[in-house]
């Protein structure tokens, strides 16, 4: 007896997706200019850079700084920094003695208004799994050497904490400007997997 042989075609992901929105739009479920918002936020208004902000101004303005650590939300919400996955933020305090990173092990979400969408290898199941297994060791093959007695602690973003990380503020920028400091803040460096560095 001979298997059948389908002759429906496969589509990829894109297609799947515009046929969904068609479908969508045909029954009117998509409000008018929702798309445009979303591609707004995504491509434009969520980004790195404004999490690069709110830890310069940590750094250089003790009473943020408290706030910051207190509520994170109404600290990221004086610069505008809300929305979808920008509630209930938490700022996790790095220490000379304690490195924070932050990792998703259900999905790959993150604290989307002030990180940025997620990088790929942040969404990878091995990364995943092995970062909260074995943090030091993906940390040195990322390039974030630690001494020995520094202890890192991973943090399991969910749909109740959202986190960034507050590193400590590196030697040799106590001279420079808030908006320098900006300029050492990477998206590494709010996950926690990188370290700020001057030079």
């Given amino acids: ?47 790195p850079e404004n999490g690069a902000r709110v830890v310069a101004k940590a750094w250089v303005d003790p009473q943020f700084r408290a706030l910051l650590l207190k509520d994170a939300t109404a600290a990221c919400a004086q610069f505008g920094y809300t929305g979808p996955q920008g509630e209930y933020v938490v700022a996790l305090e790095d220490t000379p003695d304690l490195k924070n990173v932050i990792v998703c092990s259900l999905c790959s979400c993150t604290n989307w208004p002030v990180l940025g969408l997620p990088p790929e290898w942040y969404k990878g199941f091995e990364f995943r799994a092995r970062l909260v297994r074995e943090g030091r060791t993906v940390l040195r093959e990322l390039g974030t050497e630690l001494p020995s007695d520094v202890v890192v602690k991973v943090w399991d973003t969910s749909a109740e904490s959202r986190y960034l990380v507050l590193p400590v503020r590196p030697e040799g920028s106590e001279n420079m400007s808030e908006e320098a400091l900006q300029k050492l803040v990477t998206k590494d460096v709010l996950i926690g997997v990188a370290l700020p560095r001057v030079g």
Avoid at 8 to 34: H, Q
């Fill in 1 to 47: 007896m001979s298997t059948p042989v389908s002759t429906a075609t496969s589509s990829t992901p894109g297609e799947r997706a515009r046929a969904l929105f068609a479908v969508l739009k045909n029954k009117e479920l998509i409000p008018e200019g929702y798309i445009e918002q979303i591609t707004q936020l995504m491509e434009h208004d969520w980004s």
